[in-house]
């Protein structure tokens, strides 16, 4: 098959056009390159993706929308999997118009070329943070999503909702996966691991929120994108028995479904760092903070739903994860 990936030189996106590749199919990789962070690391990702015959790369704004268009027209893509946003939580307060340019235009952008160019499934990114204050934990793709808390969490949430308008109106298959903390090599700058790595071997303190007192559901890189490959091959189906009082609100009578991609194995965020210390064989010296606006005390996947369909669950330790990233940061990083 033919498949479009957006934000094809990122952390995932890079990943998940290799796996396709490897498997055969033909990949168009788009792409805007910003300059969130580093975007010579951006370029070594899509080179790690490797000068495959069957693999393309656009350099493209989603915001153009006809030379979206155009690009749809002209490759005649089968799927689409849109991973293609602008992340950071705490960014999204500093920059709320960037949010809704990429995640909010951009997103309805694909939306509208898949309906028009016919796409039999899009899969797309969507994030834990749209539980926001829901503390009712694991959490489950059957509960509330109402109260996000910060902008990012709110895009996300719109994504989802959106996705659920095309899925009705216009049939267009739409599958949602809500990423829990993913991490491991040529993972992004931004997050804690790569800045706890780079702050460790540099000998400055890391800033550790609300006083390490927080844990997250960290899952491997390799286990999301094995749940990305596997959930593109099973397109929902319009049910019209489907029911909002009786069934679950992950499913519609549109052919639209949502699910967790999580590791299901929070992990204490002292825990985290203590592993982290043992794979550099330094310690840490941390500088100890307040919980962030925004960011939520503790994550927790139930993803047995996804699990049961794509007949997969991750199963990378953190211990394992954490060795692995710190050997690529120490070759990439030359360290």
Same mark, same amino acid.
């Given at each position: ?50 000068? %495959? ?56 952008a ?20 749209v ?7 694991? @959490? ?5 999503v ?28 739409t599958?949602?996966l ?22 460790? @071997? ?17 899952? @491997? ?11 593109? %091959? ?5 049910? %019209? ?12 009578s ?40 925004g960011?939520v005390?503790?994550?927790?996947? %139930?993803?047995?739903d ?26 990439y990083?030359?360290?």
């Open positions: 098959m033919k498949f479009l990936v957006t934000g094809a030189a990122g952390f995932i996106g890079s990943g998940v056009c290799k796996a396709l590749c490897t498997a055969g199919h033909e990949v168009v990789g788009l792409d805007n390159l910003n300059e969130y962070y580093d975007v010579g690391l951006k370029h070594a990702r899509l080179a790690s993706v490797g000068h %495959d015959d069957n693999f393309t790369f656009v350099s493209l704004n989603l915001s153009e929308s006809e030379k979206l268009d155009r690009l749809f027209s002209a490759q005649q893509f089968n799927r689409v999997i849109h991973l293609a946003a602008q992340a950071g939580v705490r960014y999204s307060h500093d920059k709320p118009m960037v949010f809704a340019e990429s995640n909010l235009v951009g997103h309805l694909i939306l509208e070329a898949c309906r028009h160019h016919k796409i039999e499934h899009l899969v797309y990114a969507s994030s834990s943070s539980y926001g204050l829901n503390d009712n934990i694991p @959490f489950s793709t059957s509960q509330s109402d109260h996000p808390i910060s902008l990012y969490a709110a895009t996300k949430k719109a994504n989802e909702l959106m996705s659920h308008s095309y899925s009705h109106l216009y049939d267009l298959p599958t949602g809500r990423f829990f903390t993913v991490y491991g090599p040529w993972g992004r700058p931004d997050m804690a691991l790569f800045k706890f790595t780079k702050a460790i @071997f540099n000998g400055d303190p890391i800033d550790v929120y609300n006083y390490g007192n927080l844990s997250r559901d960290f899952t @491997f890189i390799d286990d999301i994108i094995e749940g990305i490959v596997r959930v593109q %091959d099973k397109i929902p189906q319009r049910n %019209d028995n489907w029911k909002m009082s009786e069934n679950a609100l992950s499913e519609s549109a052919p639209y479904r949502i699910y967790n991609l999580g590791n299901g194995k929070p992990v204490k965020l002292m825990d985290f760092i203590s592993a982290l210390e043992d794979a550099i064989g330094i310690k840490a010296c941390m500088n100890l903070l307040p919980l962030q606006s960011d005390h503790d994550t927790w996947a %139930d993803s047995s996804l699990f049961k369909l794509i007949d997969y669950q991750p199963a990378t330790d953190i211990r394992d994860g954490i060795r692995c990233f710190v050997s690529w940061y120490k070759e990083y030359n360290v």
